[in-house]
């Protein structure tokens, strides 16, 4: 599959896959000061593009840590056309990819302005929601190893990309009320109550949390954020009328053992 390692000090005859993830400078200088005590040959791995260039498919960041250096180049040229889901297998053996990083590579090679990626993004940008938070809005599913597992294989489908929006303007309107309207657990609770079966009812929260703010207080998860939510939701109102949310509850969407 490989030939023979080769080297060399000419950096122009490399280029970086349009669809990789960016590169981590941070990471770049910590592999700096490593090379610069430890003499240590990691070839890089490349192969030819459609003219005369050597594209980096593993080992970008080593590629830059020895440019800065001025050291040479030591790369194996791939045989085989690597595809782009085969050089993100590899670079994870290097460095793990983030989440983030699988968004960047794929937001590279969608071409569709409107697909479910630049989507991903356009929400993730507007909102500033955990990860979590978006895959659970936009994709109708909690974030476990399935949902994760579809995200990195390019396979995520926005579900009902409007809902999402009113969903997430309604989270961002509780910032009038609350302080701890942007909070993690405080914001995973309220996705949880409006996934249940009987779905939190957003405009009868939002008129309890203006009446009785100091029933929400600052909590560790959000566990404890569905108990303010529940006491909130149900104060001073009948028996009949009281709904109770937990992170357990069937269909939920729980994140919360």
Not at 39 to 51: A, E, F, Q, T, W
Not at 52 to 61: A, M, N, R
Not at 172 to 177: D, F, H, N, P, Q
């Amino acid at each position: 599959m490989f030939n023979e390692v080769k080297s060399t000090k000419n950096y122009e005859l490399f280029e970086l896959v349009k669809e990789n993830r960016d590169i981590n400078f941070k990471y770049v200088d910590k592999l700096i000061e490593s090379m610069k005590t430890l003499n240590l040959i990691v070839p890089i791995l490349v192969r030819k593009n459609s003219g005369s260039k050597l594209l980096i498919v593993d080992g970008q960041h080593r590629f830059e840590a020895s440019k800065r250096l001025g050291r040479a180049i030591h790369y194996i040229e791939v045989a085989n056309k690597i595809n782009v889901r085969q050089m993100r297998q590899l670079n994870e053996n290097q460095q793990k990819w983030s989440m983030n990083d699988y968004l960047t590579s794929y937001l590279k090679s969608e071409k569709d302005p409107q697909g479910p990626y630049h989507t991903f993004a356009w929400f993730t940008n507007r909102y500033k929601f955990p990860f979590q938070i978006n895959i659970d809005l936009l994709c109708n599913t909690p974030m476990q190893a399935t949902s994760m597992s579809a995200f990195r294989e390019g396979n995520i489908t926005i579900k009902d990309l409007p809902d999402a929006i009113e969903k997430a303007d309604f989270i961002i309107s509780l910032k009038k009320y609350t302080k701890l309207y942007s909070k993690r657990s405080f914001v995973l609770a309220l996705v949880i109550a409006m996934r249940s079966s009987v779905p939190l009812n957003r405009e009868r929260f939002r008129n309890q949390l203006s009446n009785h703010r100091s029933d929400l207080y600052k909590c560790d998860s959000a566990a404890q954020y569905l108990d303010c939510i529940n006491v909130i939701y149900n104060k001073n109102l009948r028996m009949k009328d009281r709904v109770y949310y937990n992170a357990t509850q069937k269909n939920n969407g729980a994140y919360i053992k």
